[in-house]
T-cell receptor, first 114, second 109 residues
Framework: GAGVSQSPRYKVAKRGQDVALRCDPI?????LFWYQQALGQGPEFLTY????????KSGLPSDRFFAERPEGSVSTLKIQRTQQEDSAVYLC????????????FGEGSRLTVL | DAKTTQPNSMESNEEEPVHLPCNHS???????IHWYRQLPSQGPEYVIH???SNVNNRMASLAIAEDRKSSTLILHRATLRDAAVYYC??????????FGTGTSLTVIP
């Protein structure tokens, strides 16, 4: 596709449910990032992939958060046993390796945990 | 973390220049300065970046202080479509981007 695609755009979950958020990066982009953005705040880094390798997961807030990118393209962010504090917009971004680092963001997935 | 400090909000009249400041006193020698903007209900959009020298592109200009502890994003003629939250970011390492608090820019017709 022309840009980074994320689905679903909106997700409502009951506390304790598991959710999965999908990111389709721009074709050929090697690097992929996940960010979490709480209401009124700037995006906060969660994790980074280069191809299928997860090189940095230092921003994942707990072991309930898990991300994968098994074939180096599509990525999934999974949140187990969701809590109310997980309510946020989850942004995915991709970039070409070797560029000056411009990130291309998707529109985000808004998660609301009731 | 590589911290940046920005004013929470600014206003500008349409078709006038806008100067958005950013302080990054803890910047290290290899940190790049990036600016992104975010419109409501959208993901952030790249604006410009630089290391030491001032930079210009079709969207904006970036003026970097000589000591690199501050920078200014310059929109030469603000339009209503420029109303957004502008983030000043230090890129530390190859793929570490730390977003600041952002400045909410209001453009007055």
């Amino acid at each position: 596709g022309a840009g980074v695609s994320q689905s679903p755009r909106y997700k409502v979950a009951k506390r304790g449910q598991d959710v999965a958020l999908r990111c389709d990066p721009i074709s050929g982009h090697v690097s992929l990032f996940w960010y979490q953005q709480a209401l009124g705040q700037g995006p906060e880094f969660l994790t980074y992939f280069q191809n299928e390798a997860q090189l940095d997961k230092s921003g994942l807030p707990s072991d309930r958060f898990f991300a994968e990118r098994p074939e180096g393209s599509v990525s999934t962010l999974k949140i187990q046993r969701t809590q109310q504090e997980d309510s946020a917009v989850y942004l995915c971004a991709s970039s070409q390796r070797g560029t000056a680092g411009e990130l291309f963001f998707g529109e985000g997935s808004r998660l609301t945990v009731l | 973390d590589a911290k940046t400090t920005q004013p929470n909000s600014m206003e500008s009249n349409e078709e006038e220049p806008v100067h958005l400041p950013c302080n990054h006193s803890t910047i290290s020698g290899t940190d790049y300065i990036h600016w992104y903007r975010q419109l409501p209900s959208q993901g952030p959009e790249y604006v410009i970046h630089g290391l030491t020298s001032n930079v210009n592109n079709r969207m904006a200009s970036l003026a970097i202080a000589e000591d690199r502890k501050s920078s200014t994003l310059i929109l030469h003629r603000a339009t209503l479509r420029d109303a957004a939250v502008y983030y000043c970011i230090l890129r530390r390492g190859g793929n570490q981007f730390y977003f600041g608090t952002g400045t909410s820019l209001t453009v007055i017709p």
